[in-house]
């Protein structure tokens, strides 16, 4: 996977902060806690309360949106969750009570800060984690090409990958002159003492002709083991690992010329082609020695590619044991039982293509396994590659149209329509229309604005007209006070929630796709319930952010910068520059002449960007 992750919060004070706040609360008269739907939003009250508590003049500006979630997020650790029954503390430690089989999840998380909201709560300590911004897979990132193609000397071997994944056919092209180097069989020692002390006697043969050498090794262990054994025997040597990368090329060009030695991991001086010194394709070109296979052919096949290039001689040979981690994960008992029944001791190799043969069909399982995994990851990534598409999508035409006031609307009435299918049910009497009101208070209007007797009695969509119809008003006054900005600031709401939905939405769906595979031990498909999981969260992701773009765009207290303060704003590349806190000159308040009556809640008429009660109302 590619992933691009940030911390999840830059510092834990407000987890704390907003758990002080919390448990100053009371219920009923700074929050409305609604059982049924678990749902707690503050009153009038909590809300002067919030303000005076974290030193703001308006809990509603979008500069507040991260203490507005912290808030929401203390409230429902407080009030909708319990302890021992929700979570468990042990060790020090918060952990998950699942619902279904009442055992805690170690290692899962609540996502969006609700985990160290309890840990605030609870008094433990409060765990910065890393959030996941954005991911995709490199299969799906290559996919989204119009045209792949590629060219390399090692792709047959992957042959069948590049076709399922991809759809690509490998074509071989023969070389352009017939290869030289001549492949040796492998040869194959009880231990891997045999195995290195064998390799060792053949570089100081084979140097004392002056042919140059690479020696492939698999880790950066075995390398540093090799040339602590070549020292002994006073071999000159360069090694090339990840130690001393930078002068990886220099290394690698000089490898071929007389009496060199080198010892590389496999990996390591790829794309450095070897040239030949003098004198050195009488002695037989390079030799490559491989002290381990590789649990990939490809990567075998790219040391034994070094030498022999362009028609040089060279050759090559892998020295291997019965130790080596591809043969114990591989049956190599059959093969020791055979040795020791011929009474071969360390120092006598097996020199055989049919163990050569065994060996890479040991190392097609593993890349048939490998290849398996990367198909499941891709399955699970499909699922989020659609969501992908979605989202992305919505955010280029928000940035790439005129205007979003469509869209916005039709944010605002789907928010709306939700709300009251999920609180009011028609087939009661007389509903308690109170969480209602009450939600319309905290994401729609003032308090006091909706009112029982505007509702008793009427059908879902005499409610939705109603309403509807104070939220035009409210919209139509948004839009005459922020005036000729007011599309700037419909796209900075939008990219805004948004961008704060899904980077949190990709990170609870990292952490499911974690923790899913234990389904399959209760006879469950785990990729179909990731399918079924996902598509849900997703839909929740989206009435969230439809909910918070309707609550910004109505609820947003916005003082507009001078043209001078915007264009330099807009040198740096932001896009959020009606928010006059953000520059340096603000707009002075002006004397105003009381005219109509301003409402207690309502910006103040003087342009300070206050509350009219907490300004000249005062």
């Not at 040597?237 to 071929?256: F, M, P, Q, T, Y």
């Not at 006059?580 to 207690?600: L, M, S, T």
């Amino acid at each position: 996977d590619s992933i691009i992750s940030g911390e999840a919060e830059k510092s834990t004070s407000l987890y704390t902060q907003a758990n002080v706040f919390a448990k100053m609360l009371k219920n009923e008269e700074d929050y409305n806690y609604d059982k049924k739907t678990k749902s707690v939003q503050l009153t009038e009250q909590g809300i002067d309360k919030a303000e005076r508590m974290f030193k703001i003049d308006n809990l509603y500006d979008v500069k507040n949106v991260e203490i507005i979630s912290h808030i929401n997020t203390a409230l429902r650790a407080h009030v909708t969750l319990q302890r021992d029954v929700d979570y468990m503390v042990h060790e020090g430690e918060v952990l998950i009570v699942d619902q279904f089989t009442g055992r805690t999840m170690p290692g899962r998380r609540f996502s969006e800060g609700l985990h160290q909201a309890i840990e605030a709560k609870e008094g433990v300590q409060i765990q910065n984690e890393s959030k996941t911004m954005a991911s995709i897979t490199f299969q799906n990132y290559f996919r989204m090409y119009n045209k792949l193609s590629g060219m390399t000397g090692t792709a047959k071997t992957e042959e069948e990958e590049f076709r399922n994944i991809y759809n690509m056919t490998v074509t071989q092209i023969p070389t352009n002159r017939p290869v030289q180097r001549v492949d040796k069989p492998d040869l194959i020692y009880i231990s891997q003492k045999g195995k290195f002390d064998a390799v060792v006697e053949d570089v100081i043969e084979k140097h004392k002709k002056g042919q140059p050498i690479l020696l492939g090794t698999v880790a950066v262990e075995t390398s540093e083991y090799i040339s602590n054994l070549l020292k002994k025997r006073g071999i000159r040597h360069d090694v090339l690992n990840a130690k001393n990368h930078e002068r990886e090329a220099d290394i690698v060009s000089k490898a071929g010329q007389k009496g060199a030695v080198t010892i590389a991991t496999n990996m390591a001086g790829r794309g450095t082609d070897i040239k030949l010194g003098e004198g050195v394709e009488e002695l037989g070109g390079l030799a490559v020695i491989g002290t381990e296979r590789h649990e990939s052919r490809r990567i075998d096949d790219q040391l034994r590619g070094r030498s022999g290039r362009q028609g040089d001689k060279g050759d090559s040979r892998f020295y291997l044991s019965l130790q080596d981690e591809l043969m114990v994960r591989f049956g190599s008992d059959r093969l020791q039982k055979m040795m020791n029944r011929l009474g071969m001791d360390d120092s006598t190799p097996i020199e055989s293509r049919m163990v050569s043969r065994a060996v890479e069909s040991a190392q097609k399982r593993v890349e048939g396994n490998n290849f398996d995994a990367r198909k499941r990851i891709l399955e699970y990534d499909d699922v989020l590659r659609k969501q992908r598409e979605i989202i992305y999508g919505e955010r280029n035409n928000i940035i790439d149209s005129e205007s979003s006031d469509e869209l916005v609307q039709g944010m605002l009435r789907s928010t709306l329509e939700t709300a009251i299918r999920y609180y009011i049910n028609e087939e009661e009497d007389d509903p308690d229309y109170e969480p209602f009101i009450n939600y319309v208070d905290d994401v729609f209007l003032s308090e006091g604005d909706l009112k029982v007797e505007d509702i008793r009695g009427k059908d879902h969509e005499d409610i939705f007209e109603v309403v509807w119809a104070k939220i035009e008003k409210v919209l139509e006054s948004q839009r005459s006070k922020i005036g000729e900005q007011f599309n700037e600031f419909e796209r900075m709401i939008l990219l805004r929630s948004i961008d704060a939905h899904w980077t949190d939405h990709i990170d609870t769906m990292d952490q499911l796709r974690q923790g899913i595979h234990l389904r399959s031990y209760g006879q469950q498909n785990p990729l179909r319930d990731y399918q079924n999981e996902g598509h849900q969260l997703f839909d929740d992701m989206m009435t969230a952010i439809e909910e918070d773009v309707s609550k910004y765009i109505l609820k947003s207290v916005i003082t507009v910068e001078d043209d001078v303060e915007r264009e330099k704003t807009k040198d740096l590349g932001k896009a959020e520059h009606v928010n006059a806190e953000d520059g340096k000159e603000k707009v002075k308040p002006q004397p105003y002449v009381k005219g109509e009556e301003v409402g207690r809640n309502d910006p103040c008429p003087c342009g300070s960007g206050k509350k009219y009660k907490n300004c000249h109302g005062a």
